[in-house]
């Protein structure tokens, strides 16, 4: 793969690994009001940047994002949600970043969801089995990168028998069905992922995910 295409690839993590965005914490627990504050000011931040934020400085913005999620893991190493979160930021770092630089970013996005899943699988509704699968698939293979279609199959699919019904569990299936030309799968996704009930206090995420959605089922009729 030449580094042309690698940037096109990875710069498809920008758009496409949004996923936490509109995730509502539902596993913090009750007990824990630091993590669920720190968690609601990082989905905050993030729907700033990726929604609202000029492509050309969006690169920087995750950065300095990516660097918070750190520094609250710093402090609460054992939480789960943090490590799903500072994994999607350093995903979208990469993607808004390109080249072969942002290799290492996935890596780092990778290694925060398997900490997240050695913790607690179940975390925000198993969303970092989504985001891991995500990687997965977008991630190139080797020698570049660790992509792999199959690993990312079963992930999303995991993801999928915990959270049935989400929005961007579905998405990433019906994007990754599509990757696969198995669009007649992909199109039953995406449909009901636009039935996926709204999460309150995300609706800037909701609205960004659901505009994915019908941009990808418009590429499907083409």
């Known amino acids: 793969m030449s580094t042309t295409a690698l940037t096109r690839r990875l710069a498809a993590l920008a758009l496409s690994l949004t996923l936490v965005g509109g995730l509502v914490p539902s596993v913090v627990a009750a007990d ?48 789960a949600e943090l490590h799903i979160w500072a994994g999607i930021v ?17 890596k780092q996005a990778r290694a925060h969801l398997e900490t997240a899943l050695a913790i607690d699988p179940m975390a925000l509704n198993g969303s970092a089995y989504t985001s891991l699968g995500a990687l997965y698939y977008q ?24 959270n049935p019904d989400g929005l961007d569990s579905l998405y990433f299936w019906g ?15 995406l449909e009901k992922a636009l039935q996926a ?3 309150p206090g995300r609706e800037l995420a909701d609205a960004g995910r659901r505009e994915e959605v019908r941009r990808l089922l418009t590429r499907l009729e083409e």
């Open 197 to 199: 009930p709204p999460r």
């Open 139 to 162: 991630v190139p293979g080797w020698p570049l990168g660790f992509g792999d279609d199959d690993k990312a199959e079963r992930l999303l699919e995991r993801a999928l028998s915990i």
């Open 90 to 106: 350093r995903s979208t770092q990469a993607g808004a970043r390109g080249g072969l630089g942002a290799l290492g970013l996935v």
């Open 32 to 79: 824990e009001p630091a993590v669920a504050e720190a968690l609601a000011r990082l989905q905050a931040r993030w729907a700033e940047i990726q929604y609202e934020l000029p492509d050309a400085q969006q690169a920087d913005a995750f950065a300095a994002l990516g660097d918070d999620a750190e520094r609250l893991l710093e402090a609460h190493p054992r939480a």
């Open 175 to 189: 994007d990754y069905l599509h990757e696969q030309g198995r669009d007649a799968e992909a199109r039953q996704a």
